[in-house]
């Protein structure tokens, strides 16, 4: 039974009972409450395995069982619960830090299976991730080809690498999330000939293997129009490689950013239909340059993360404000905001927000959820229809804030982050525990004593 709401943009399986209370992963949202408080994010584990397994097999009928691997991309939310599910579904793991790394390492994931990111990792992450023989590290600097090579030297072994280049592609999506126009932080520049530098460097290095290269063109993408020209381009720098060097490299890596839907006017590509259009793409620059097709990997984050989690507060307060054209709009105020969903503020982003703790047969109205932090910009959703009679004590669900939720979620005003509970078939488990202030008053180094 799926109740009223859409597979869209919940997880599979949420529902309303009779009562109108939202369920997830066979478990009521007051029953959730009730055990763990509010804020919540609720995880969806057999939906985010799914999602995992969907994104794999998606790609491995396209490209075959070799030809393709997928890694998950911790940024959008990592745990070690939620590395162990992504390694029993036959994932590799992106990571970025020596703190997603830390994780990965407590989940025990395989360190063949890990690709290391980032445009500015440290001398002591680049260490680790040798010394523990993480399968990839992508390359984002000079800087970095030099500190990967000694490290590699000192610890006598040859380590691979992607080199991570800059195809010049403006993707449609919010200018913070997009990273593969000329005028932006990451990777080595195509137009530049820095990247062809990068690999000339990596080339002659007996430290380091280059597989590869990688690309990233942004995140939240609908379109498969930038990772076209990305390929184009990205594909034909491996042909000049070719035949610059004598060699075809063996990788490609089209990094991640595929779209979800945050409400019901999103329009994603499905797993499979994006697997196939990016087949053909990269099959059709390939024959273009008589290459071989490469070894193909992709970073969904958000799309195997995102749809897995609903996050639930509790109503504080309810004011209503009149607007122009005799207009008006209620705010509802809730137990957490830009702390634990800093989305909205940061790149304008669309959710939605229910009723989740009963049925009401009142009619909506213009509403705006918003925090309890101290600044007007606090706002978790923007516009949505919510019933008139909502009142403190409700609870409102907010779906798909799985990815870039609880990952960028912060302290701001001194409010503890909220525990992250997991549910199936009808039983709950908490994998993240709440924060307290007595974790952050730990952090306080009191004055003058001693
Ligand atoms: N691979 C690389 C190299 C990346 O930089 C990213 C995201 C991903 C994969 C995963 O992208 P995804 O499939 O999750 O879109 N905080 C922003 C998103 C920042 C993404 C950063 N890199 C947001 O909330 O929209």
Not at 155 to 168: A, S
Not at 233 to 245: F, N, Q
Request: aromatic letters at 8%; hydrophobic letters at 40%.
């Amino acid at each position: 039974m799926s109740g009223d709401l859409s597979q869209k943009i919940w997880p599979r399986g949420a529902f309303r009972d009779r009562n109108g209370v939202v369920c997830i992963g066979g478990i009521s949202a007051n029953d959730l409450v009730r055990e763990f408080d509010t804020p919540i994010f609720v995880l969806d584990e057999d939906d985010f395995r799914a999602r995992a397994r969907q994104w794999r097999s998606a790609f491995e009928d396209s490209f075959g069982i070799d030809g393709v691997t997928v890694y998950y991309a911790g940024k959008a939310f990592i745990s070690v619960a939620v590395a162990k599910w992504v390694s029993e579904e036959g994932l590799g793991l992106d990571v970025c830090t020596g703190g997603e790394f830390a994780i990965a390492t407590s989940a025990d994931f395989e360190p063949s299976r890990i690709a290391f990111h980032g445009n500015n990792k440290s001398l002591v992450e680049i260490q680790n991730a040798v010394a523990a023989r993480v399968g990839l590290i992508i390359v984002d600097s000079f800087y970095e080809l030099d500190r990967v090579a000694q490290t590699a030297l000192a610890e006598e072994v040859v380590q691979k690498i992607l080199l991570r280049v800059t195809p010049g592609v403006e993707a449609h999506t919010h200018e913070f999330i997009a990273t593969a126009h000329e005028d932006v932080k990451f990777g080595f520049s195509i137009n530049t000939g820095a990247a062809g530098e990068a690999v000339r460097l990596a080339l002659a290095s007996p430290h380091l293997e280059l597989k590869g290269l990688h690309s990233h063109i942004g995140s939240q993408i609908f379109d498969t129009e930038g990772f076209e020209i990305a390929a184009h381009r990205v594909i034909g720098l491996l042909g000049a490689i070719r035949d610059e060097h004598g060699v075809e490299l063996e990788s490609l890596d089209l990094g991640g950013g595929y779209g979800i839907a945050y409400v019901e006017e999103d329009d994603p590509l499905s797993p499979e239909a994006l697997a196939q259009r990016l087949y053909e793409i990269v099959k059709v620059k390939c024959d273009s340059y008589g290459l071989e097709i490469p070894h193909i990997s992709i970073e969904p984050g958000r799309a195997i993360a995102g749809p897995s989690t609903v996050t639930i507060y509790t109503v504080g307060t309810v004011k209503t404000v009149e607007l122009d054209g005799g207009r008006s709009r209620s705010y509802v105020s809730i137990d957490g905001g830009m702390s634990d969903n800093i989305r909205t503020a940061l790149y304008d982003a669309d959710y939605t927000a229910v009723l989740a703790n009963r049925l009401s047969t009142e009619s909506l109205s213009a509403s705006r959820v918003v925090g309890k932090h101290c600044e007007t910009g606090d706002i978790v959703v923007r516009d949505v229809e919510l019933p008139i009679d909502i009142t403190p004590g409700d609870l409102l669900a907010t779906p798909a804030t799985g990815a870039y939720g609880r990952s960028m979620a912060s302290n701001y005003n001194h409010v503890p982050r909220p525990p992250v509970v997991a549910v199936s078939n009808g039983k709950a488990r908490l994998i993240v525990r709440r924060e307290t202030q007595e974790d952050l008053m730990r952090l306080e180094v009191p004055e003058g004593g001693s």
